[in-house]
């Protein structure tokens, strides 16, 4: 496949991956949740440590979220992987894991924790757009793509993502889906906007983020239009989420 092209998500995330890589060290409660087994509701499926180390202390519920353990024979997909920390969670109850990212360099740390951590299985890791997978349709049966979405503009890109990640789920399967929302203490809003947030290098070096802030209706509908079925939806820790099939 052609390397994406160059665009400002991926010039920041190359520009900054050694020192963001490096603050990203464990997966969100969240993704824990919904990658456990057996549980009806996410709450049962936090760990307690993982539930204290949310800032202020609050829970987030992902409801619905549901996957067969055991056998390890599915496949996961991590859209925006980073540096890994989710494919790594998703090898733990998958075969097969896929990581997408489009900044080399950020694929270069999660090779390199892939490595260090002895991930097994280990993932295959590919430099991609979101809105432009690299992965079979109908072929995923278990995904994440959490903190990724709000990257991309405009709306046209981040709904084909949707589209996208939708294509490539198997029928059964699901997949956790999140942005940055109004909610977010960040913020004062009521509607979605665009945005820059800093992020700031060792040294004093700022560098500019571009965030698509969700409010969440604006994120069911964008979800709908994609295609992808709504499992369920909930707001919190200033970020929406949905648990989303292929049956839209």
């Known amino acids: 496949m052609d390397e994406p092209t160059e665009t400002p998500v991926k010039r920041t995330y190359d520009r900054i991956a050694e020192h963001f890589a490096s603050t990203r060290a464990y997966p969100w409660p969240e993704v824990t949740a919904f990658l456990r087994p057996g549980a009806d509701d996410a709450v049962s499926r936090l760990d307690a440590d993982a539930t204290d180390a949310l800032a202020g202390g609050a829970v987030p519920v992902v409801a619905g979220a549901t996957q067969d353990g055991g056998d390890r024979s599915g496949v996961g997909l991590d859209i925006g992987c980073g540096n890994g920390r ?10 097969r894991v896929v990581g997408v990212d489009v900044s080399a360099e950020l694929l270069a740390t999660a090779r390199q924790r892939a490595e260090e951590r002895r991930t097994d299985p280990r993932p295959h890791l590919i430099q991609a757009d979101a809105s432009s997978l690299p ?8 995904a994440v793509y959490v903190a990724t979405l709000h990257h991309l503009r405009p709306r046209s890109r981040r709904v084909a993502s949707l589209s996208e990640l939708s ?18 203490d960040r913020f004062d809003a009521d509607s979605g906007f665009d945005t820059t947030v800093p992020w700031t290098l060792p040294g004093g070096e700022s560098v500019p983020r571009f965030y698509h802030i969700y409010d ?9 239009d994609s295609g992808l079925g709504v499992v369920a939806t909930t707001v919190s820790s200033g970020n929406c989420y ?3 099939d292929p049956d839209g």
């Not at 989710?86 to 075969?95: N, Q, T």
């Not at 992965?135 to 278990?142: A, E, L, P, R």
Request: cysteine-free.
């Open 86 to 95: 989710h494919a790594e969670s998703l090898s733990a109850v998958v075969g």
């Open 135 to 142: 992965v079979g349709s109908n072929t995923v049966d278990i």
């Open 167 to 184: 294509r490539v789920l198997a029928p059964g399967g699901r997949a956790l889906v999140s942005a940055w929302a109004t909610a977010h």
């Open 216 to 224: 969440p209706a604006e994120f069911a509908a964008d979800i709908r």
């Open 242 to 244: 949905a648990v989303v």
